[in-house]
């Protein structure tokens, strides 16, 4: 039976770095949006699902951006499940990350194992890193918990050994999930039980896919003779399986480009995919009907997916692909789960032998046999129904601890979650001001120096900030909250009454930036970009919060009229710098970002450029920096200085998705190829 042990992993890694402290007003680019002449074609569900409930910003999940890429060793808490038959390592630290599946019969691992932790710009908030089998949770994407830390503990299992169960609160729908492994005795399959519970009086967009990265030297099936084909062009057609435009695409080095195939599983069919080598070894994943969806991502063959495939990993590493199983047809749906209702279901991953050479169907009739020999559909049904009582099953011995989110909603609204108990111990420092407006029907202003902190949008939290004392610390959380909740001329109108009592200046004023910008105002949010920057400069320059200098009075480092010397704040500085130096560091990169951008959108390189130089050398020197100096020269019709930042090298360690502004500014200062250490697009040119 199923035993739980601790185990450290060690592994090359880049930190995390500080979350952005800037409220993450609009969504990150999304690629992952279609275009509309698409949608007239599709399903009658299906386009219904495409467009429900998308996000309108990342609230209340913070950007996490601080990450670079110098790695080195860290050691991670890891779980071990393990019988006879299976070993599993799972990462709670990180999202509940199954990092790797190794068939002990065999001497054969399942998954693909990135041997470092290389964080990239994938999640819907930024950070996420390659490999294993991950649970993504709350809109289309990967989860906003992908390098955080959720919940676990040992449980009964249904045979009577252990299950591990992973349990967290995801803040984007407001949901409570849990995941529940255990591998039963003499199993050659890891069973995974899974459940998303809505406990609002209210129907919540639900969105699931397990994403499973396997070596790309594979062919992959799923018992399909269609699929949804969405690349980074933003078009989904409806193309035939497995050859397509010439090629079998089955094959994950068959295609040219990244690209999603979302597999037509007809209704009634078993739900199962399996990627195998050329000798007919593998992993495949089965479930109940439930998480009906299945996908094949694929890198591609081109520069860019090879490009990334490299950013993922270290040299020398095989590539990889993966494959996915989800709620819905493809990622691009919601679904809807009604007020007070759960959904749920069970997963299982093992080794399958089939050989997948031949034609489509005798090569699908082969594996499914063979997958119905080893774990028969009906067996998977019964372990479902099996499980379902074990899943309000309390946890026992505490393994890991996620976050306080939970805990301050259980308190808010008085839920009743069995065997995912959110306790009032794991309430901390964030959730502190929140508990207080719970408890005090008072915001607490933000201690002395601190920014704002994160805002809870959810109604019943707005609710209580429209009744509480209008105090600037209210008005900008209450502004955050109405933003999100799509009733942005109030929320400018509530920041615009914070700035007239507030010291610090700065947080409203880029809120309102913001605003200008959505509404093309262009100028105006330039302008004030300019001064909230000028405003936390002074903040950070004086350690005197009731200080507030006028904008330009004096230069990077310099005493100007009425202000402190900087030498006799200095001890102030130094003591803040002990506690809270990198968080500062933080704010004053991810707005001067942003205001250096605003500043060059209308032409006033020369405010840009004093923004840039009152950014810290350590900031200055980091890629994305550097590619706004880049940027900058450009602006200033520097472009030989601009390209040397190119010849000089640089990463952007945050560089998004799909994102191709590296290449756009490259073809701005030159009409020499990009090379290919920048080369990162993800379609063809001009699509």
Avoid at 259 to 288: C, K, M, N
Avoid at 323 to 338: D, F, M, N, S
């Amino acid at each position: 039976m199923t035993t739980i042990r601790r185990e450290v992993l060690t592994l090359p890694a880049a930190p995390l770095g500080p979350d952005n402290p800037l409220p993450p007003l609009r969504p990150l680019d999304e690629a992952h949006r279609i275009d509309e002449r698409d949608r007239a074609g599709l399903p009658r569900d299906m386009a219904r699902q495409v467009g429900h409930a998308p996000l309108r910003s990342l609230l209340p999940a913070p950007l996490r951006d601080g990450y670079g890429r110098a790695r080195e060793p860290r050691d991670f808490d890891a779980l071990v499940l393990e019988n006879d038959r299976l070993r599993a390592t799972v990462v709670p630290a990180l999202g509940g990350r199954v990092t790797s599946l190794f068939h002990k019969p065999a001497d054969r691992e399942l998954l693909y194992v990135n041997p470092v932790l290389q964080p990239a710009n994938f999640a819907l908030n930024g950070a996420w890193f390659s490999g294993g089998i991950e649970w993504n949770i709350g809109a289309t994407g990967h989860t906003t918990l992908s390098c955080s830390p959720v919940h676990a503990a040992s449980v009964p299992a249904p045979d009577g050994g252990r299950m591990l169960r992973l349990w967290e609160w995801e803040r984007l729908r407001d949901l409570p999930f849990q995941v529940d492994l255990w591998l039963p005795e003499g199993s050659d399959f890891l069973h995974v039980g899974v459940r998303v519970r809505n406990p609002h009086e209210r129907p919540v967009p639900t969105y699931w896919w397990s994403n499973i990265a396997v070596p790309e030297d594979r062919r992959v099936l799923a018992p399909a003779d269609e699929a949804w084909l969405f690349g980074y062009e933003r078009r989904l057609r409806r193309v035939p399986v497995p050859c397509h435009d010439g090629a079998d695409r089955t094959h994950p080095r068959n295609s040219t480009y990244p690209a999603d195939w979302f597999y037509e599983v007809p209704d009634g069919r078993r739900r199962w995919i399996a990627a195998l080598d050329e000798h007919g070894h593998g992993l495949a994943q089965t479930s109940t009907d439930v998480l009906r969806g299945r996908k094949l991502f694929v890198w591609g063959t081109g520069p860019g997916g090879r490009r990334w495939q490299e950013w993922l990993t270290e040299p020398g590493t095989g590539g990889y692909c993966e494959i996915q199983a989800g709620l819905a047809r493809t990622q691009l749906e919601h679904v809807k789960l009604e007020a007070e209702s759960e959904v749920s279901w069970l997963e299982a991953y093992g080794p399958l032998d089939a050989d997948p050479r031949g034609e489509w169907h005798t090569v699908l009739r082969r594996a499914e046999d063979r997958l119905e020999a080893v774990l028969p559909r009906s067996g998977v049904d019964a372990a479902y129904e099996a499980w379902r009582p074990y899943a309000d099953t309390e946890p026992g011995e505490r393994l890991a601890t996620g976050s306080g989110w939970g805990a301050l909603e259980v308190l808010r609204a008085g839920l009743q979650l069995p065997g995912t108990p959110f306790e009032e111990a794991t309430l901390g420092a964030e959730q502190r001001p929140w508990l207080h407006l719970l408890h005090a029907g008072a915001l607490p202003e933000p201690d002395h120096h601190a920014p704002p902190g994160g805002t809870l949008v959810a109604r019943p939290w707005r609710d209580m900030l429209e009744t509480t004392a209008a105090t600037p610390a209210a008005e900008y959380h209450l502004g955050v909250a109405q933003w999100h909740g799509g009733d942005r001329a109030q929320a400018v109108r509530s920041w615009e009454r914070g700035l007239k009592e507030a010291t610090a200046r700065w947080p409203l004023l880029r809120c309102l930036a913001v605003a200008d910008q959505e509404d093309g105002h262009h100028e105006r949010a330039a302008d004030r970009y300019a001064e909230a920057f000028d405003d936390l400069c002074a903040r950070v320059r004086d350690g005197a919060p009731a200080s507030r200098p006028e904008p330009d009075a004096a230069g990077p480092g310099e005493a100007g009229p009425g202000e402190a010397d900087p030498g006799a704040v200095g001890a102030v500085d130094t003591a803040r710098a002990a506690d809270g130096h990198a968080s500062w560091t933080a704010l004053t990169a991810a707005l001067g970002g942003e205001a250096i951008g605003a500043l060059l959108a209308v032409g006033r390189t020369a405010d840009a450029r004093s923004v840039w130089e009152r950014l810290e050398p350590a900031v200055r020197a980091r890629g994305r920096f550097r590619l706004t100096e880049a940027a900058l020269l450009a602006a200033e019709g520097r472009n030989a200085e601009a390209r040397a930042v190119f010849d000089e090298g640089f990463e952007v360690a945050d560089l998004r998705e799909g994102d191709e502004v590296v290449g756009r500014l490259w073809a701005r200062i030159t009409d020499e190829p990009l090379p290919a250490r920048h080369d990162f697009r993800m379609r063809p040119d001009g699509e």
